[in-house]
């Protein structure tokens, strides 16, 4: 019932120690690494024995260099003063025809996709967003909900996702709490807001303004500001919102980009399955900051393992990032 069971029986002038394992687990090895703890404590012992027990070191040097330095060997560079968009920007002048977003049967290309938040972006700074200003964005999704992700940061505001499901109260507090500028989402939602915000549709048609890049650090944005705020779950009191910089972004994006690259070839397809109030979708959407295709998974789709199967095949999905739940029922539908 256990993965190691470990037995010491006394032998009366010595012991034996007996090891059982599950499959995969050697035990052998196990049973050496003991031996050499034990090893390491009776020297220890002999050698001091006023020290107290508790104080000896029984990890023999290699495997506390590997257990201290070499598992924990995670430094990466990444350059401290970029912005999140900056880097989405490039991928949109080198490959701009290649795929940036799929949902269901409709697609942007990197340039597109650009071009779109851009014209959104400076509709934004027109309507006076600046750096740290928070944006609310509250959609169902869609591909206007990386658009507008994208417009907020290349205005120089932050995210803050709102859950169209939520209750009213819930929605009212965050708002109030996080007192954001203006508010992003779409015309089937908009009754169901609060008013006094100025707001942009989405599915509305885009406004008759330049779709080139907007110039965010004339405004005084640095990797500094906040890319987002998102709230916890306040399973404990009220909710909280976590607020997170550009720089952290870019930290996770280039901490997680090794885990892909060396197993994966560029570039790849990976879902956008978390919700955007989940800060697992960070790691979804920020996959355009590499060149890859975001295939945005639909609300009905994602806790259906049938479904999601059909849709993972059908857009040929590379990468998909799930809670275990989500991945059994997909286990059990394939």
Same mark, same amino acid.
């Given at each position: 019932n256990y993965p190691i069971t470990l037995s010491v029986d006394d032998q009366g002038e010595g012991f034996t120690l007996t090891a059982q394992t599950l499959h995969g687990i050697d035990p052998v090895?196990?049973?050496?690494?003991?031996?050499?703890?034990?090893?390491? =404590? @009776?020297?220890?012992?002999?050698?001091?024995?006023?020290? !107290?027990?508790?104080?000896?070191?029984? +990890?023999? &040097? $290699?495997?506390?260099?590997?257990?201290?330095?070499?598992?924990?060997?995670?430094?990466?560079?990444?350059?401290?003063?970029?912005?999140?968009?900056?880097?989405?920007?490039?991928?949109?002048?080198?490959?701009?025809?290649?795929?940036?977003?799929?949902?269901?049967?409709?697609?942007?290309?990197?340039?597109?996709?650009?071009?779109?938040?851009?014209?959104?972006?400076h509709h934004l700074i027109a309507l006076g967003v600046r750096p740290d200003d928070r944006v609310a964005i509250c959609v169902e999704r869609s591909l206007e909900m990386v658009v507008g992700l994208l417009a907020i940061l290349k205005?120089?505001?932050?995210?803050?996702?709102l859950d169209p499901a939520y209750p009213d109260e819930r929605l009212a507090?965050?708002?109030?709490?996080?007192?954001?500028?203006? =508010? @992003?989402?779409?015309?089937?939602?908009?009754?169901?807001? !609060?008013?006094?915000?100025?707001?942009? +549709?989405? &599915? $509305?048609?885009?406004?008759?303004?330049?779709?080139?890049?907007?110039?965010?650090?004339?405004?005084?944005l640095t990797s500094h500001h906040l890319a987002y705020v998102i709230y916890t779950s306040g399973s404990t009191g009220q909710p909280k919102g976590v607020m997170v910089e550009h720089r952290n972004v870019l930290n996770l994006d280039r901490g997680l980009r090794p885990f892909f690259t060396e197993r994966m070839k560029q570039p790849y397809r990976v879902t956008m399955n978390a919700s955007l109030l989940f800060d697992a979708s960070v790691q979804d959407w920020m996959q355009l900051l590499s060149g890859n295709t975001v295939v945005i998974v639909p609300a009905a789709v994602r806790m259906d393992g049938q479904q999601l199967w059909h849709y993972f095949t059908q857009h040929a999905v590379d990468v998909f990032d799930s809670t275990p739940i989500q991945l059994q029922g997909l286990l059990e539908a394939g």
């Amino acid at each position: 019932n256990y993965p190691i069971t470990l037995s010491v029986d006394d032998q009366g002038e010595g012991f034996t120690l007996t090891a059982q394992t599950l499959h995969g687990i050697d035990p052998v090895r196990l049973t050496h690494y003991l031996v050499t703890a034990l090893h390491g =404590l @009776l020297d220890a012992v002999v050698s001091d024995p006023q020290r !107290p027990i508790l104080t000896v070191p029984i +990890l023999p &040097d $290699a495997e506390r260099q590997q257990l201290l330095v070499d598992f924990n060997a995670t430094q990466a560079d990444f350059p401290q003063e970029a912005l999140i968009h900056e880097l989405f920007e490039d991928q949109a002048q080198r490959h701009p025809d290649a795929t940036a977003l799929v949902f269901e049967s409709q697609s942007l290309s990197y340039g597109e996709l650009n071009r779109r938040a851009n014209r959104l972006a400076h509709h934004l700074i027109a309507l006076g967003v600046r750096p740290d200003d928070r944006v609310a964005i509250c959609v169902e999704r869609s591909l206007e909900m990386v658009v507008g992700l994208l417009a907020i940061l290349k205005a120089g505001g932050a995210y803050l996702p709102l859950d169209p499901a939520y209750p009213d109260e819930r929605l009212a507090y965050m708002l109030d709490d996080a007192a954001p500028v203006a =508010l @992003l989402t779409q015309a089937a939602l908009l009754n169901t807001l !609060p008013g006094h915000l100025p707001t942009v +549709l989405l &599915d $509305a048609p885009e406004p008759l303004l330049p779709d080139s890049n907007p110039d965010a650090r004339a405004l005084g944005l640095t990797s500094h500001h906040l890319a987002y705020v998102i709230y916890t779950s306040g399973s404990t009191g009220q909710p909280k919102g976590v607020m997170v910089e550009h720089r952290n972004v870019l930290n996770l994006d280039r901490g997680l980009r090794p885990f892909f690259t060396e197993r994966m070839k560029q570039p790849y397809r990976v879902t956008m399955n978390a919700s955007l109030l989940f800060d697992a979708s960070v790691q979804d959407w920020m996959q355009l900051l590499s060149g890859n295709t975001v295939v945005i998974v639909p609300a009905a789709v994602r806790m259906d393992g049938q479904q999601l199967w059909h849709y993972f095949t059908q857009h040929a999905v590379d990468v998909f990032d799930s809670t275990p739940i989500q991945l059994q029922g997909l286990l059990e539908a394939g």
